[in-house]
């Protein structure tokens, strides 16, 4: 089995940073890619930033110039560094990651169960 456990979320002020960690575990033979998603009360979710094997990121246009997506292939970590945080960034940030769990080419997304992230104003 493979899990994700997100840590880092917290309450900010508007202008503060954060970081967000998460780490995958379990039967892991390799992570394509990895990423973050926040949904906010009464919104669907969406996607913040993705980070290949590669080291090739994409971010949402929201969080340009303001968030940095990171990884270390050697943990199976991935990380959002969050800063001058804006009241609308305050959603659950889930961390998602597209993982072989086996030599077999098969792929699976995975997800975690979400890190609190509120900014006040």
């Known amino acids: 089995q493979v899990q994700l456990v997100e840590s880092g979320g917290g309450l900010v002020q508007a202008g503060g940073s954060l970081r967000l960690s998460c780490a995958a575990s379990?039967?892991?033979?390799?992570?394509?890619?990895m990423a973050w998603y926040r949904q906010a009360p009464g919104k669907q979710r969406e996607l913040v930033a993705t980070i290949t094997i590669g080291g090739s990121t994409n971010y949402a246009d929201s969080v340009k110039g303001r968030f940095t997506i990171s990884r270390d292939n050697a943990e199976n970590t991935v990380h959002l560094q969050m800063n001058s945080l804006r009241p609308e960034d305050t959603a659950v940030y889930y961390c998602?990651?597209?993982?072989?769990?086996?030599?077999?080419?098969?792929?699976?997304?995975?997800w975690g169960r979400g890190t609190q992230v509120t900014v006040s104003s």
């Open positions: 998602n990651a597209n993982i072989r769990p086996t030599p077999d080419w098969i792929w699976y997304d995975y």
């Open positions: 379990g039967s892991i033979f390799s992570i394509k890619v």
